[in-house]
């Protein structure tokens, strides 16, 4: 389901990407029909014949702000993934660990791996693997959840890298289409043979449009990914308090063999 859900995330955006040329192409065509009636009637048809944003992506040009806006649609399908996936990996871990203490207290193992296993998320699944190590002592229970643990944590924590990644290159990319667009700008100075405020103006506001759509979808994908990080955080001090809570219980019912 969530593979489904993140290519479907994906379609849409390369569809949105793909329509961008068309609507970039239906703007110039307006814009020269515009031209040729009064600047009076052409400035407020500009305002308000179609959303700011959109109106400010389709100038900055598609091509730059096409890439970006893959970024966004990239990053936030990540993002969904991750939530979703942390989600369904969040249990109520008291009502796991009482069912298991019970079982333990009554000295009955395997009704508590079937607790652990009938149990969502990695909370369970670090229990059951120590109790898949009762019979070979407390230690070995010990080192069974830390490794067990830092493998659950490396899960939780997948696809964080490809969100860092998007947050990093949407406003770099950003600055590069402002680059590109300034070198244009003094390209269109160059062949008008003089410096036109208008020229100026025109071509610097392309050129920093891309980066204010870059900032925009870095800013967008770090709140989701700070969220992101304090729910994984969160979740990793929880298995870390149940997986103490389970040696105690082995510990207190003694139904692990001491070294």
Known sequence: MIKKLFALSVLIGLLVFSSAPLVAQDNNETATEAAA???EEAAPDASFGMPLLKRYFIEGGWQFMGIVLICLILGLAFCIERIISLS???INTRKLLEGVDEALKAK????????????RGPVAGIIWQGLT????????????LSAYGSVQMGLLERGLVWISL???LAPMLGFLGTVIGMVQAFDDIATAGAISASIVADGIK???LTTVFGLIVAIILQIFYNYIVSKIDGMVTTME???QTFIDMLVKYDVAKRS
């Not at 009955?108 to 149990?119: F, M, Q, R």
């Not at 190590?133 to 069974?144: F, L, P, T």
């Open 88 to 90: 369904l990996a969040d």
């Open 133 to 144: 190590r009762v019979r070979e002592g407390i230690d070995v229970v010990e080192k069974s």
């Open 108 to 119: 009955d193992v395997e009704k508590a791996k079937e607790i652990c296993k009938a149990t």
């Open 166 to 168: 998007f947050i990093a």
């Open 241 to 243: 308090d149940a997986a």
């Open 37 to 39: 009636s009064s600047a």
């Open 206 to 208: 392309v050129a920093l």
